[in-house]
């Protein structure tokens, strides 16, 4: 690696004049510049073409203060080429750096190029703030994503980032993938404001380093340093989020490694905790791990999030069929692209260090919840009644939140839209997947979910195995229980029910208003010998809900 003197030309970084120049220099004052420097070192990513600019100044001044090998050519479009075939001799990835503007655009061909042979170019695209994109400006252009298909990804730096949080793991992404897989150019669009040219004799930050192993290209060294990581670490998580089948979790993992299995019902999966929230809310001293290894979808309970946010472990590994970057806990250090299969094979291999009493903890039993009549009881009852074998289906809101609740029996099998948690098409999804399969199909939904997508009922063909539980308290009662407030642009009150439109669509249909009904309205929303799809309709009020659920988590506290 070398300092720059002139273009096409660096100084050997061994030589005693770059030693020197390196102690004098300076670098940008702007944090996520010397962030982005670090994780560059961290990633091996030292090569760097820079075409002059104002914009990109202080980038190519901190890229140079650090000891990178960069190369001046003044002609954009003749730059990344340089950079192309910089990439190509060394076999590794080349950074070029430009300003903003028409200077992003000149780097088109070579990004062609560079993708159809998959050849790692790292687009540093300098920018200006996005306030003065098209405003007349100078130089201004929508920059992110103006390569289009013709690159692997395309990253916009956030700006304002206090924390510094999203900027650290969007740089690891973009720096990921420019290797990922067959790999190619990769754009980090980096917005810059104004003052551009004021330096700093800090040293580089020490970033979060997010790494990503490829389990069909591990090799038994690989193995062999993450293993080594997690010696030290005896508190340990394998956290299980949305699966759409049972992720066979060897039960060795527990009993001989020592790992807390936890999630959620939505993980179909048998682990040593499968309601996490309502453990958590007899508290949380003790509770956060020091290896966090996560697998599948996202994860409902927030006192779970907060836990491991507030207590982030030391090592986070994700593990994902294509690598992704997934950073729910703020904490990811490790990307394992794979199976879960495969992982629990990986993980055999751990010596037997685990906290025993930790493993404990989460194995002891949560609360019980006993209370008066409410739309929790209602779904307690609906599941203490489900037989072994059918499939539940969720609605998002206070549905999916209540049944986490309380225990499932063996074999019961779990659908919910949580991919980006909202309320419409959780009928139809539900009815969709009752199409094709002779188990029996509940549907658990409140008033605004099922009103929203009631169209579904009336397509032909419903099979007489599905069954709808619907919690009706006239409004959105989840924004009460959350304490939102009381308005009625916000929670939408109604007086709306399902009755004559369930029946138009040939649902048998039967009410429940109060406690003594509801038992015997479960069993005729359950009964196996039903000619006909069936609806039960549970009316509670929304504030007696809201008190009712809070109650349950102060008495579990106390």
Not at 191 to 202: Q, V
Request: hydrophobic share 40%.
């Amino acid at each position: 690696m070398g300092l720059p003197c002139v273009a096409g030309f660096s100084l050997p970084s061994g030589s005693k004049c770059a030693t020197m120049l390196r102690e004098m220099a300076e670098m940008s004052d702007k944090k996520e510049l010397r962030e982005l420097a670090a994780l560059m070192q961290a990633h091996g990513v030292s090569r760097c073409v820079i075409s002059p600019g104002s914009r990109n100044a202080p980038l190519a001044l901190t890229l140079s203060a650090v000891g990178m090998e960069c190369r001046t050519v003044v002609d954009e479009r003749s730059a990344g080429f340089v950079a192309l075939g910089w990439a190509q001799q060394v076999k590794a990835p080349v950074a070029v750096c430009v300003t903003s503007g028409s200077a992003v655009l000149n780097l088109h061909p070579a990004v062609a190029e560079a993708y159809y042979r998959r050849i790692p170019l790292l687009l540093l695209t300098a920018d200006r703030p996005r306030v003065w994109i098209g405003q007349q400006d100078g130089q201004t252009l929508p920059q992110p994503g103006a390569f289009g298909t013709l690159v692997r990804a395309a990253f916009n730096m956030p700006e304002g980032d206090a924390s510094g949080q999203e900027t650290n793991r969007i740089i690891n992404e973009a720096l990921l993938e420019l290797r990922h897989r067959a790999g190619g150019p990769v754009q980090l669009n980096i917005p810059l404001s104004e003052p551009l040219f004021n330096t700093t004799t800090e040293r580089l930050p020490q970033p979060r380093v997010i790494r990503r192993t490829e389990l069909a290209c591990m090799t038994a060294d690989d193995e062999d340093a993450l293993l080594a990581r997690v010696s030290v670490l005896p508190r340990r998580m394998i956290l299980v989020g949305q699966l759409p089948e049972e992720a066979a979790i060897p039960p060795s993992l527990v009993t001989e490694k020592q790992f807390a299995t936890v999630g959620e019902q939505l993980s179909n999966s048998r682990l040593l905790c499968n309601r996490p929230d309502a453990l958590l809310s007899l508290g949380t001293d003790g509770m956060a791990p020091d290896l966090l290894i996560t697998v599948g979808g996202c994860i409902i309970s927030k006192r779970l999030k907060q836990l491991l946010r507030n207590n982030p472990p030391k090592e986070h590994w994700h593990i994902s069929p294509d690598g992704e970057v997934c950073d729910t806990f703020c904490a990811l250090t490790h990307c394992i692209e794979g199976s879960a299969d495969e992982v629990w094979d990986l993980l055999a291999a751990f010596a037997d260090e685990g906290d025993e009493d930790y493993v404990s903890r989460w194995a002891a039993e949560p609360p019980t919840f006993n209370a008066a009549y409410c739309g929790m009881s209602a779904v307690g009852a609906a599941l203490a009644a489900l037989p072994e074998h059918a499939v539940l289906h969720l609605g998002n809101s206070s549905a999916v939140r209540y049944a986490q609740l309380f225990p499932l029996r063996e074999g019961i099998h779990v659908e919910c839209n949580r991919g980006v948690n909202g309320i419409e098409g959780c009928v139809s999804a539900a009815l969709g997947f009752a199409g094709g399969d002779s188990r029996l199909q509940l549907l658990i939904c409140g008033d605004l979910s099922f009103f929203y997508d009631m169209n579904a009922l009336w397509m032909p063909g419903i099979s007489n195995r599905v069954r709808i539980l619907l919690l009706n308290n006239s409004c959105g009662g989840i924004f009460t229980a959350i304490g939102a407030p009381e308005s009625p642009l916000v929670n939408a009150p109604h007086r709306a029910t399902a009755e004559a439109w369930a029946r138009s669509c040939g649902f048998a249909y039967r009410a429940v208003r109060r406690e003594a009904e509801l038992l015997y309205g479960i069993d005729f929303l359950l009964r196996e010998d039903a000619d006909s799809p069936q609806l039960l309709e549970v009316f509670t009020n929304a504030q007696e809900d809201a008190a009712i659920l809070k109650q349950f988590y102060n008495n579990a506290a106390h």
